[in-house]
């Protein structure tokens, strides 16, 4: 009790943990870490891999193909998920720390001393107290308990204890999060003693980044990872084709990434796959695969233009939510073997790092079945099975690769198609969806576009003729306007849901979407907004109260959190002024 | 008409040159350019400078300290606009230049061969037909003749024509647009011959750049100006102080920065200063400088409490539009003394690089003068004259220093002060403003904030309490939504100015306010969006038909200007997605 009154009289603004922990007791004794410190993991001393972070990424992806030989069909190990913790830790507490200035009234003097404390934090003792279950880095939503618990005495002893190596790793993140700069490039802490535990409310957590309509880095993509990692986040749900781009190569299919990627040399090998993978898995981020289909296909029509009706039709407004329209035909062999094909090719890539592949499903626009001369029909009721076919076919090819699969809403609110019970089902349309979808008894991932889409309020990204465009002004877009950090901040995941469903929400993503996103933007339009789905899926969206989280208290804690991730490389907004974070309160209503 | 004839037939979509000519004919020929091109200005052969651009900043600052001697009192001569400018076009051509794969259809064999065309351009002849004006780097409106032609012919000679070295500088800009990179590392242009005749429709472009609400390091401010000149925009207004920090040094005044700034070294320092004003002028970009007042002044008081009144009340929003309260008092000998002392340190220090000072005058809150010792009155009737005399003391001083004045609209249009005939009017609040104060005489600034406020719609940076927190949701601030690109480029300066007036409208500035702006993202804020405000500023609104410009032909040429700006170095925001760009008007409604 009087480490929460000394929280209380002495720190009231500076408490970068994002997101926040179940429990927390802090005191404000000043600790410095020394620079050697040293992690013993379980007994066992730990070196911090010489690799990965601090070679350049080409060298350090070559560097993996070479350990991981043909297509880097190799699990990643709970061994390899501390020891990429720890490297992190150390490189965030001393080459990517921030001198926290901006949380302390202009030109006060609010370092500690180098001799305020006679103590150092020398060892850091992880310890794991169960055997991680072999699908820890892959595991389905609950494999994993993600819980730790986390102490830092004033004699400098630092402990984080967890049942999982992705618990340690957890724990780890908080660690660093209680750590300044100091001018003199030391690391200390103003907060001991520590006393936390920890545990997520949710159990996915993730991001859907489109790396289809705009071409992405795999250096662009593990940076994202490690911004995730940072916020707990623990999936990346890749949407990694579209109508617009096929970047990913499939060694079965080589055309596919050949004709339909935007340009030669922006595809993913199989090598850059695992890579991305394994970086992900390394981190705690389980990175999910989607192929959207039947709709959002077009793509292939560059390779395969048999497989796909209404391609790119100028009325495309009548065929797709966007250009260019077409859609896998939907009662055809060729469809069929095609996909065989790929799944066949894509799924065993897929296992070692992940339980989950999502086979898409959303906007299919029945228009373009007229179009489509295995069927030549937009009538609901003659599609309707064909497409329960379409996806039984697919989801068992999915279940045979030892794959759960997810799909977005549609397949089930919209088409009503009779899904396994394994399905796990993406919800994006409201919060009803999500009441709907586990009403039918179905797990499902929330992320309303009303508030969760990240992309949103840019304007419109399509061009208007002369005569049409006074109709259009002024060129909002679908989703505009852009939702701020707040309002995603109150969104809910259980807003609706029955009391005795609410286990079936398994947890949501946030969304980037790439019409008007791309490398030179995504930091920005993704951070540190994102962080706050992270809070409401890591902490929940109610405080212990059952009153939505205060603004005032988070809001510091956010400023706080995005300069953590600027230090670390990562392009964050900020939110507020100085003058705000300066100054406690005053910018408060 | 030939060449017109060409354009319609071959060349429908790469055509970048941003802001659009006056009048512009190209062919289909390839010309590539000569690394070694030369330049020759009236006859003479130049050799660009070797700095600024290829030293790392600091070097450049301090370079320009030793060579300027105390505060950098030198006016910036037309001949280091000529050699900037040559420097500028070898390095975007040849260092900053983008592979234009993005504005051809995918997988296509769009690059010239390199043995396209015997011809190279060698030399590129400056003529400039008049001597400069003595102010040609620090013009009122209109001072300077901008205008310029330009012609490239098949056998490779390249002209520009111009009777001033700023309308020499554009056509050289302009002449950069006509190149890409090929992916051998060579410029080419497939666009010969060309011919441009161009000049622009207002006298005034400029953006607004709050730098006191925020840190901006000079770099931050350079690279803003070098942004602003490759779009033709030829002033930067700096708002320099404001309540929650004053960075800009002033000898005289030493404490104003040492407390007022919001850390020690986040100062502006006279060299600094002088330098960040002689990269705009070299550049065609006039530093107009503001220091905002009586209002918007309470960082004054960290270090002259007794000049500033309600300061940083608990309930700011009584006294100010938002925190930290605080004004000059309005009826002080104090406050004369210090702005006397101001005005007579900084002003000389404003001379060399701009005709310009802006007085600020915005939001003035009549409550605090409640609180103001010299007053105590918040009614406009004991206030008004007192305004009056405040203002005309400010802008005697003004003119004394061989200045003209600026100031915000409210001090004409809602304090009813009687203004000199000299005072530029910059109004900000409605289109109804421009059209009230050109009626009254007075010289105009456009850029209403529901267009050409390039920081709305991010959400509100207030932080609100729980039990207010429902009633602001879903949280936007006061100027939301985000302004997009099609919007701004839809505003028209002229709108509802009766045509006899519309001399008056000198042109308008973009404002970038920083309560959520930082260096982080400034640049994203800004970028490509201000584009749409320099054509609207250089081109006019209307096109030859008296119609909005067109989207159709807009946006493309947009993309690629976004392209160029992120090849030279600014983090310009995509604004559509390769699939649009690829595809001439697929993605056209």
């Not at 490189?91 to 003097?109: A, C, G, I, Y």
């Not at 005495?153 to 660690?175: Q, W």
């Not at 797709?320 to 890539?349: H, I, M, Q, W, Y």
Request: charged content about 15%.
């Amino acid at each position: 009790m009087s480490f929460y009154l000394l929280l209380s009289l002495f720190v009231t603004q500076v408490l970068a943990i994002w997101p926040l922990p179940s429990s927390m007791m802090m005191g404000e004794e000043v600790l410095f870490v020394d620079r050697t410190v040293n992690f013993i993991y379980n007994g066992a001393a730990q070196v911090a891999l010489p690799q990965p972070e601090q070679m350049p990424f080409e060298q350090d992806l070559n560097l993996f193909i070479s350990q991981q030989g043909n297509y880097g069909h190799h699990n990643t190990s709970s061994q390899k998920v501390i020891s990429t913790a720890i490297k992190s830790t150390t490189q965030t507490l001393f080459e990517q720390n921030f001198v926290p200035w901006k949380f302390h009234p202009r030109h006060s003097d609010f370092e500690p001393a180098m001799n305020a404390s006679c103590n150092y934090i020398k060892t850091v003792y992880l310890k794991q107290t169960e055997a991680d279950p072999a699908n820890v880095t892959k595991p389905l939503a609950g494999d994993v308990d993600e819980s730790y618990s986390l102490s830092i005495a004033t004699n400098g002893r630092a402990t984080i204890t967890a049942s999982s190596s992705i618990g340690i790793a957890h724990g780890l993140t908080t660690f660093t999060q209680l750590f300044y700069k100091h001018s003199s490039g030391a690391a200390y802490t103003p907060y001991a003693p520590v006393n936390i535990k920890d545990a997520p409310k949710f159990q996915h957590r993730g991001l859907n980044m489109d790396v289809s309509r705009a071409w992405y880095a795999p250096a662009d993509i593990t940076r994202m990872i490690d911004a995730l990692a940072y916020n707990k986040f623990n999936r990346l749900h890749l949407h990694i084709t579209d109508a617009q781009s096929w970047p990913i190569e499939i060694p079965a299919l080589p055309m596919l990434a050949e004709k339909g990627s935007y340009r030669e040399g922006f595809t993913y090998s199989p090598q850059t796959m695992a890579y991305i993978q394994d970086y992900g898995a390394s981190r705690g981020v389980e990175v999910i695969l989607e192929i959207d289909m039947p709709g959002h296909t077009s793509s292939i029509a560059y390779s395969y233009p048999e497989l796909i009706a209404a391609f790119n039709e100028k009325d495309w407004s009548t065929y797709a939510a966007e250009p260019p329209s077409g859609t896998l035909k939907l009662n055809s062999s060729g469809v069929t073997e095609f996909l065989d094909t790929l799944f066949e090719d894509l799924l065993p890539r897929v296992l070692p790092y992940s339980s989950y592949f999502h086979t898409g499903g959303d906007e299919v626009n029945v228009n373009a079945y007229n179009l489509d001369d295995t069927v030549r029909s937009n009538d609901t009721a003659i599609l309707q099975p064909l497409m329960q076919a379409f996806v039984d076919r697919a989801h068992t090819k999915v279940r045979a690769a030892g794959l759960t699969p997810i799909a977005w809403e549609e397949m089930l609110l919209t088409w009503n198609l009779t899904l396994g019970s394994d399905v796990v089902i993406q919800t994006w349309q409201s919060d009803e969806a999500v009441a709907q979808t586990v009403s039918k008894g179905h797990k499902a991932l929330v992320g309303n576009y009303n508030y969760w889409y990240l992309d949103c309020g840019h304007g419109q990204w399509l061009d208007f003729y002369p005569d049409a465009s006074q109709a259009y002004y002024p060129y909002y877009d679908y989703c505009a306007p852009l939702h701020n950090w707040r309002m995603m901040y109150a969104y809910d995941p259980l807003e609706g849901v029955p009391a005795n469903l609410t286990h079936l929400v398994l947890g949501g993503e946030v969304h980037i979407w790439s019409e008007q996103t791309d490398p030179v933007n995504v930091d920005r339009q993704v951070w540190p907004r994102a962080c706050a789905a992270a809070e409401v899926l890591w902490s929940g969206a109610k405080d212990e109260h059952g009153q939505n989280r205060s603004q005032i208290t988070a809001s510091p804690r956010l400023s706080e959190m995005r300069e953590r991730l600027v230090a670390r490389g990562v392009g964050a907004e900020p939110i507020q002024m100085p003058f705000c974070t300066q100054n406690g309160t005053q910018c408060a209503l």
